[in-house]
Every structure is written in structure tokens, then in C-alpha cells.
Nanobody
Framework: QVQLVESGGGLVQPGGSLTLTCAASRSTSSMYGMAWYRQPPGQQRELVASITSGGSPKYADSVKGRFTISRDNAKNTVYLQMDSLKAEDTAAYYC?????????????WGQGTQVTVSS
């Protein structure tokens, strides 16, 4: 199994920026990719962005043009740069390993990192 630790969340004003980090306990480059999910308060978890092992990104329409996902395979780390943050981006953010485009590795979610966008 791979242990994932999310960090970088915090309180930010609307229009601000944050960079989230997901550190893996071992290399995930042999897997299909990595993904960031988020769960707003009282809502279901949703896919925010994903990146393949080759570096091809995909984004949810709600964050396209504002968020950037990237990875550093040498550091076993995935990042989520979040710009022009909105109140509706407030959520707990989680990262997961993608075995395939539709299958996640394992069943459990980590502790995540909380992002709160508020003035």
C-alpha cells in the first residue's frame, strides 16, 4: 500500500492562492496517475483534478483555468496550485492514487487538508 499525506491547506481570502501538497510513501509512477478530490461541508466528495504518470492533467469544469495539478516523480509528490479561490472552493481536499482512469488504489481516505475561503 501507499501512504499519502496531504498538506498546505488553510484560511485564505477570496481571490487568493494556496498550494496543496500530497506526499506519497513510495513511488506511484507505475500507476495510472494521481488525483485530488474535495468534499465541501455537507456535500459529497468530488474529483477536482487528476494527472497521469506521464503528466497529462484533467480538471473539473468548476476549477478549470484556476487550478493547476503537477507532480514531481523524484519526490513522490503531487501538487495542486489553486488560484483565484472562491468561497465555493471551501472543502477538505484529499489525494488518491489512480490504478486506472476509473479505479482508485485502496478503499480508505487520508485525513485530508482543509481549505477555507472566506473574507
Amino acid at each position: 500500500q501507499v501512504q499519502l499525506v496531504e498538506s498546505g491547506g488553510g484560511l485564505v481570502q477570496p481571490g487568493g492562492s494556496l498550494t496543496l501538497t500530497c506526499a506519497a510513501s513510495r513511488s506511484t509512477s507505475s500507476m495510472y496517475g494521481m488525483a485530488w478530490y474535495r468534499q465541501p461541508p455537507g456535500q459529497q466528495r468530488e474529483l477536482v483534478a487528476s494527472i497521469t504518470s506521464g503528466g497529462s492533467p484533467k480538471y473539473a469544469d468548476s476549477v478549470k483555468g484556476r487550478f493547476t495539478i503537477s507532480r514531481d516523480n523524484a519526490k513522490n509528490t503531487v501538487y495542486l496550485q489553486m488560484d483565484s479561490l472562491k468561497a465555493e472552493d471551501t472543502a477538505a481536499y484529499y489525494c488518491r492514487v489512480m490504478v486506472t482512469q476509473t479505479l482508485l488504489l485502496g478503499d480508505s481516505w487520508g485525513q485530508g487538508t482543509q481549505v477555507t475561503v472566506s473574507s
